[in-house]
């Protein structure tokens, strides 16, 4: 795989011609794009292709545009986008910067996709609400943030565009283990894994490994040709032993609106 093919790939597929999920808009703003949507939405920069003199023009057009709408946003920041001091340039703006990830790229083809689960898991497909909440009780658990604003997104994607994603439980007879999902992007040659993560007491035992596999055969059923995933350093190991390659590192900067007391 010629990496910085496949960077450029995905940089021209996934994030200048990014789409919009159910309920949100994609918006071009010059060398910008945007996601935005409601408070329970993904909104922020997906793309953007500046320069020392552009940088801190186009951050505050974007700052002014989302305080506008009353919302907090995020600028997904990646080690390639310039100029290279745009991280620098953002905090200085009012952002904060979250933990770096990794972008992470396989060839479907190279994954193993068959299925290793520990005595007693299955696995189990989310179709409706009731499997939606197992994956946000496996969030809060795994991860330890609220899952409200997730589910919400969830159950909306289920209803509007539910051929954008795929979802599985793993369960221990009636208990939910671990979860996972993929997000799948008609006309690009790359599908996403999100939100994987295993309840404490059932870490280290394969299934992490066993839904990266199931996701692997599905995208691979659905004719796509990556897989791509932001990777923490929790699952970065995990995902090298299976194929995939770091690409570059990619760091959230969120800003929030501020609040303002209103008048008695």
């Not at 700052?63 to 745009?86: I, T």
């Not at 007491?201 to 692997?216: E, K």
């Amino acid at each position: 795989m010629d990496h910085g093919e496949v960077l450029a790939l995905f940089d021209r597929q996934m994030r200048r011609g990014a789409r919009a999920e159910p309920g949100t808009r994609v918006e071009r703003d010059g060398d910008v794009v945007r996601q935005t949507g409601a408070d329970h939405d993904w909104n922020g920069v997906v793309w953007s292709d500046l320069d020392q003199a552009t940088a801190n023009v186009a951050i505050a057009a974007q700052v002014r545009y989302f305080a506008s709408l009353g919302l907090g946003f995020e600028w997904k920041v990646y080690a390639h986008d310039r100029p290279g001091d745009l991280g620098g340039r953002l905090r200085a703006a009012g952002f904060t910067p979250e933990a770096e990830e990794t972008l992470m790229v396989a060839r479907i083809q190279d994954l193993p996709t068959g299925v290793e689960l520990p005595e007693g898991v299955h696995l189990r497909p989310v179709t409706g609400p009731a499997g939606v909440d197992l994956v946000a009780d496996v969030h809060e658990q795994a991860f330890g943030t609220s899952s409200g604003p997730l589910r919400q997104r969830l159950l909306a994607q289920l209803v509007q565009n539910p051929e954008t994603v795929s979802m599985i439980v793993a369960m221990a007879g009636d208990l939910p283990v671990c979860a996972a999902r993929m997000e799948l992007n008609p006309g690009t040659e790359f599908a996403g894994l999100w939100g994987g993560g295993t309840v404490a007491a059932w870490r280290g035992r394969g299934i992490y490994r066993a839904l990266v596999a199931h996701r692997a055969r599905i995208a691979a059923e659905l004719g796509y040709r990556y897989l791509q995933v932001d990777a923490s350093d929790q699952s970065r190991p995990i995902l090298q032993r299976l194929g995939f390659v770091p690409l570059t590192t990619t760091t959230p900067y969120v800003h929030q609106p501020q609040r303002h007391d209103r008048e008695p």
